[in-house]
């Protein structure tokens, strides 16, 4: 092996697109601000690339976002296991909790909330989409859930649902309410089941 070889820098390895997504999200939870232009620099690549792999800022936010539910999600499933309806009533209800109490989460939406219900909420955003079809694979696991129901419908009502308690300050200036939000869901999943036993009252049939 030659001399220069010995002592030649290391070549830089190749970006990756989800590259992009790891600096994001670490600049996100520390409060820093996400911005194309900077991300461009800090990976040695143009802000062209960054537009082609994801569009723009907002995607790169809800991607963000999808990994810290996603994270949630895990810990939440990771103490509570199981595929009945009330595990996954009690789950949803501890994943709410734990988004709406996250800090880097509260500091995004305090920022911006306009800009934050579009990232978090909107139809086109990566987040609402996922949380949707997250929900449909939860809910087709659920053996209590009556074969007949449109379980695409159901769990486009309790996304939809959890996020007007959810993010209630952004939409219509309430404090947020995740006990109310899974307070809705369990009434949702209850009609779609037969029978599922709600607290305090009658099964619901």
């Known amino acids: 092996m ?10 830089r390895t190749r970006i ?8 994001a999200y670490d600049w996100f939870r520390t409060g820093q601000r996400v911005d194309i232009g900077r991300l461009a620099r800090e ?7 960054v537009y ?10 809800g991607e963000v976002v999808w990994r810290i539910l996603i994270e949630a ?9 199981g595929i009945d309806a009330g595990h996954f009533v009690e789950n949803f209800g501890r994943m709410a909790e734990m988004v709406r ?14 800009y934050a219900l579009r990232v ?3 139809r086109y955003s990566v987040v609402q989409g996922r949380l949707i079809e997250w929900t449909v694979d939860r809910l087709g696991r659920i053996p209590e859930i009556r074969s007949h129901t449109d379980v695409d419908d159901l769990a486009y009502a309790i996304v939809r649902v959890g996020e007007s308690f959810i993010w209630s300050d952004m939409i219509t200036g309430e404090p947020p309410q995740p006990d109310k939000a899974t307070a809705m869901v369990r009434l949702l999943v209850a009609g779609a089941c037969s029978p599922l036993p709600l607290p305090g009252g009658p099964h619901v049939r």
């Open 2 to 11: 030659s001399h220069e070889a010995v002592n030649s820098p290391p070549r």
């Open 16 to 23: 990756a697109q989800s590259d992009v997504i790891d600096v």
């Open 43 to 49: 990976l040695g690549i143009g802000r062209a690339t």
């Open 52 to 61: 082609r792999w994801w569009s723009g800022r907002e995607v790169i936010l």
């Open 73 to 81: 999600i895990d810990r939440v499933e990771a103490r509570k296991t």
């Open 101 to 114: 109490t996250y800090e880097p989460l509260e500091r995004f939406v305090a920022d911006d909330p306009e």
């Open 120 to 122: 978090l909420t909107s």
